[in-house]
């Protein structure tokens, strides 16, 4: 499976992004889904994850109530809609996949994108 991650990019505090994960090679139904971030000199961290169907999300606990996290399996796509953005949401942002199930670490991903740079910044 190969994952493509876009919609970053820089934005003040407050704003809007959404972000897009993009997989090809297998159908994206067969997955549960997550995003991970990791800011500059800091571990990477879970972010919010969706089950293969859509009926099942779970979010840290810094980003519930702001961010939303979707899929469209028909698209092949998954997506994280973050709102009032703050400067400690800067990072760069993952898209995972995990066979199945979801979860909260990261190991248990076998499938990554290549990161989408998300900037707060008055």
């Known amino acids: 499976v190969q994952l493509q991650a876009s919609g970053g990019g820089l934005v003040k505090p407050g704003d809007s992004l959404r972000l897009s994960c993009g997989a090809s090679?297998?159908?994206?139904?067969?997955?549960?889904l997550a995003w991970f971030r990791q800011a500059p000199g800091k571990e990477r961290e879970f972010v919010s994850s969706?089950?293969?169907?859509?009926?099942?999300?779970d979010y840290v606990d810094s980003v519930k109530g702001r961010f939303t996290i979707s899929r469209d399996n028909a698209k092949n796509t998954g997506y994280l809609q973050m709102s009032s953005l703050k400067p400690e949401d800067t990072a760069v942002y993952y898209c995972?996949?995990?066979?199945?199930?979801?979860?909260?670490?990261?190991?248990?991903?076998?499938?990554w994108g290549q990161g989408t740079l998300v900037t707060v910044s008055s």
């Open positions: 995972a996949l995990r066979f199945s199930l979801t979860g909260r670490r990261a190991g248990d991903y076998a499938y």
């Open positions: 090679g297998r159908t994206l139904d067969m997955y549960g």
């Open positions: 969706i089950s293969r169907r859509g009926d099942s999300t």
